[in-house]
Structure formats: C-alpha cells, structure tokens
C-alpha cells in the first residue's frame, strides 16, 4: 500500500486502510474502489490522505505503531473522560484508562524497535482525541527509548492521555476560531494546563507525575511558555516530552486555523526548537525514532526520481529504502536502492514529499 495526498486522489483507486466518520463510524471499508463521490466525501471530511494498494505497491506493508483495536478502544475510554468533564458535576470519578494505557505500552515495547512511521488517518472531526492518542503514544516511545520502567511509563501515558482535558472549560469559538486570536482570547487559553490539572487533582486520584505532565505540557524549556513560564529542570520531565509530542502531533493535524504539515515539515520545526521551545535531549530521541519521510509516502530525490519510501532505520531518518518509479519526468520499470547502503547513492538527498503521484 502507499499513501495518496487527497488532492492526488482518482477515481478507480482500491482503498488499502478502512475509513472512519468522526471517532467510531465506518465510512469506506478497506478494498473499496474509490468513486467521485467517495473523494469528495474524503475531502469534505478533511483526510490529508489515504491509504491505497496498487501494482507499484502491493507488496509494500504499513504497520500501525498500535493496533486499530486498541486505538478505538483507547478513544472510547478517553472520549467518556472528557464528556463527563464537560458535563460537569461533583462527585470523584474513578479513572478508566490504566488498562488501556498498559495495553499500548505492551503493544509499543513489542515494537520497540520500529519507526514510528505516523500518517495517521483521522478526519478533522475526531482531532481532540486521536490528537490525545498520539500525544500518549509518541510520549511513550520517547520514555521506552529513555528506558523507563513499566509504572513510570503508566504515568507518562495517563498524564499525555490527559493533557488537553483543561480545554473543555475553554469555550469552543476560541478553540476552533479559523482567524488570529485577540490577546483575551489567547490569555483565555493559556487557562487550559492549570484548568486541567486542578480539574483532575479534584475528581480522579491521579498519581502526581500524570498531573505534572498536564500542567506543564505549554511550559518551553527557555522560558517563554505557559502557565509558569518554568525553564529547563523547573518543567517536570514528562511535561518535556509531552510537549515535543503535542507540538508534532499538532503540526501535522489539519487544523481550523491552518493546514496541516507534511511529517518532514514538521520535524523540521522540532529539530529548530532544541534548546529553546524543547529539551535537547528529548529531541534527540524524538528525530532518532520518527521518521520525517514515513514508509508507504512519495518523495522527490536530488537527482530528479521519484519514489516510495520503503523501509527507515532508526538514528539514520534520512537515508530510507526507496522504490523508483519515475526519473525525471519519465516512468520506469520500479527497482530499490538503499540510500543508506548503495555506494553510488550516498550523494543523493531526499529533496521533498512529493506533491503528484
Ligand atoms: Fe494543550
């Protein structure tokens, strides 16, 4: 399978991966030929892109970092959470998510090894919680590749399930305002880490190192975040890397108020923040393990072909296994080259994501 931008779609593509409406709804199932009125469909929902199998790329394998199975699951639980918040009321509430987050645990130390190769397919409406998911994920991997223990991990994922719960108190015309915000409007949610922690300390007994992470997930490591304005070792650790997470996660979601960025765009912006906006040492894991360039995505070369992105190698982002199909503006008979491995290739670059297939 590979990855199609969804203004590259045609008609008579075979769909690869099942499409969801919103958080649970099956909208195209997998093996679907896609129709005109299937990619508008596609559009009006607001996919960066999908998944399709072709003769290029049959063979080609992308492995979910966790399961769809417990990703639903994971969004079921969480989304429960965030309702009763909204809801309001005042009694203590047990916390419904250990399970979960152990589960994903389980399943990211069984793949310790992998990439993290993250296209994720999620339409705009599902964005609080699949954004929720992959900020617990991504934070996950991180602590996996710190080597955390397995309780210190629990925390870690619970804390990043939650960081965002404060921004139910926040009226949704300032969240999802398509235009810049007045100063009000950004003081206002600048609220959203304290109101979430001091909204979880109230109802669920969560341990401290999950409610830290929420406070401290906008702290920059120079300084200028917020609430405190905490630097460097005054921000707890997990708050440092549930802000790399979210900030990735963030960029490369489709937001009212901006597209998204493609994952390459997106490291970039990290890799430029080490030292300021985030810990260096965090970004040092964090580009080691996500790949700017994921499997199954097309991409330009210095040298004019065009490819798909076959395999990554952990520490070496830049230097996949790659398909050829085109040189130039020429078609050609599809063959591998490693630009990690082939001597004659160690001078050629990836240029860009590319923008037709
Ligand atoms: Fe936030």
């Known amino acids: 399978m590979r990855f199609i931008p969804t203004n590259c779609l045609q008609e008579g593509m075979q769909l690869a991966k099942p499409l969801y409406k919103g958080d649970h709804d099956l909208m195209l199932a997998a093996g679907i030929k896609l129709t005109p009125c299937y990619i508008s469909s596609i559009v009006r929902l607001r996919y960066q892109g999908v998944y399709i199998d072709d003769n290029l790329s049959k063979d080609i394998e992308v492995v979910n970092i966790i399961s769809d199975e417990l990703r639903r699951e994971t969004m079921a639980a969480i989304s429960k959470i965030f309702v009763t918040a909204e809801q309001g009321g005042r009694v203590k509430h047990k916390l419904d998510i250990n399970k979960q987050v152990g589960n994903i645990i389980d399943e990211l130390l069984n793949n310790r090894n992998m990439m993290v190769n993250m296209m994720d397919l999620r339409s705009f409406d599902s964005y609080t919680y699949s954004h929720s998911i992959n900020v617990a994920v991504l934070s996950i991997i991180i602590g996996i590749t710190m080597n955390y223990k397995k309780d210190d991990l629990v925390k870690l994922g619970i804390g990043a399930l939650l960081h965002d719960i404060g921004k139910v108190f926040i009226s949704k015309e300032i969240l999802n305002k398509a235009g810049p915000l007045t100063a009000a409007e950004y003081n206002t949610i600048k609220l959203h880490p304290q109101m979430g922690y001091d909204y979880v300390v109230e109802k669920y007994l969560v341990p401290i190192l999950s409610r830290v992470t929420i406070a401290d997930h906008h702290e920059k490591y120079d300084g200028t975040g917020y609430p405190r304005g905490k630097k460097k070792s005054e921000i707890s650790f997990f708050g440092r890397i549930a802000a790399v997470a979210d900030v990735y996660d963030a960029l490369t979601s489709e937001r009212p108020y901006r597209k998204?960025?493609?994952?390459?765009?997106?490291?970039?912006?990290?890799?430029?923040?080490?030292?300021?906006?985030?810990?260096?040492?965090?970004?040092?894991?964090?580009?080691?393990?996500?790949?700017?360039?994921?499997?199954?995505?097309?991409?330009?070369?210095?040298?004019?072909?065009?490819?798909?992105?076959?395999?990554?190698?952990?520490?070496?982002?830049?230097?996949?296994?790659?398909?050829?199909?085109?040189?130039?503006?020429?078609?050609?008979?599809?063959?591998?080259?490693?630009?990690?491995?082939?001597?004659?290739?160690?001078?050629?670059?990836?240029?860009?994501?590319?923008d037709s297939v």
Request: net charge negative; glycine share 6%.
């Open 260 to 354: 998204a960025l493609n994952p390459s765009d997106a490291m970039e912006y990290i890799m430029a923040g080490s030292g300021t906006q985030f810990d260096p040492d965090v970004i040092q894991i964090f580009t080691r393990k996500v790949a700017p360039f994921p499997v199954g995505t097309t991409v330009v070369l210095s040298n004019g072909w065009t490819g798909i992105v076959l395999e990554n190698y952990e520490s070496l982002c830049l230097r996949p296994r790659i398909r050829i199909f085109r040189q130039g503006s020429q078609d050609v008979e599809p063959f591998e080259i490693s630009l990690k491995d082939d001597f004659q290739y160690l001078n050629v670059t990836i240029k860009e994501p590319a």
